[in-house]
């Protein structure tokens, strides 16, 4: 399948799926690392997947050219970490510092444990509209998130990355978050490209029933 996929097919580029999950343990178990954002407890985070994508298809699709990926380590309040739900609800400052955390935490294992680093950081997927990541955010949230996350990379010592975002479910929603993170000039300085999905949920390009 990965010989299809990168030797024949040619992909070269596209985000790697490889979340850390702030669990634990198991998924019943996702839950805040501990109460301090400025401070990753990685027992508290499930490292799995991110180990099994470098194993199990980095090490083997770069050898047949595919060099192009990039790591996503997405916020998600649905399901992935519904906790987050909650404190944006009661403590926004610490529900932003959380956020960027999360992000932070995916790109230095990647880096500090796996050996490996990428261009691009992928923060969100439909955050606001289709899969709605982020349940009932708005796009200052969005904004925010990226600043937040933006300068916690930075000080990590990630000083060339930047975002793919909104990746919004249709060019017109991207088009209106992406005016509003473009606005903002800290925002802007750490978006590297607009990422945008050319279906709607439900609609005949993503289901074809």
Request: with cysteine; proline share 6%.
């Amino acid at each position: 399948a990965l010989a299809a996929i990168y030797r024949e097919i040619k992909v070269s580029a596209e985000p790697l799926e490889s979340d850390l999950l702030e669990s634990s343990g198991d998924w019943a178990q996702r839950a805040n690392d501990d109460a301090d954002p400025r401070r990753i407890n990685w027992h508290g985070f499930r490292i799995y997947e991110a180990v099994a994508s470098r194993q199990r298809v980095l090490d083997l699709a770069v050898p047949m050219g595919f060099d192009g990926f990039y790591i996503a380590q997405k916020i998600n309040l649905r399901w992935r970490s519904p906790w987050l739900a909650e404190l944006r609800r009661t403590n926004r400052d610490a529900f932003l510092e959380e956020c960027a955390e999360q992000i932070a935490a995916g790109y230095i294992f990647w880096r500090d444990r796996l050996g490996v680093t990428s261009p691009y950081a992928m923060p969100f997927n439909e955050p606001i509209g289709g899969y709605d990541e982020l349940a009932g955010a708005t796009p200052e949230d969005l904004v925010e998130i990226l600043v937040r996350a933006g300068r916690r990379l930075r000080a990590a010592g990630f000083d060339r990355i930047r975002f793919v975002a909104p990746n919004g479910d249709t060019p017109v929603r991207t088009l209106a978050l992406a005016k509003a993170i473009l606005k903002d000039p800290e925002a802007r300085a750490y978006v590297g490209a607009i990422g945008y999905h050319s279906y709607p949920v439900g609609g005949a390009y993503a289901d074809i029933p």
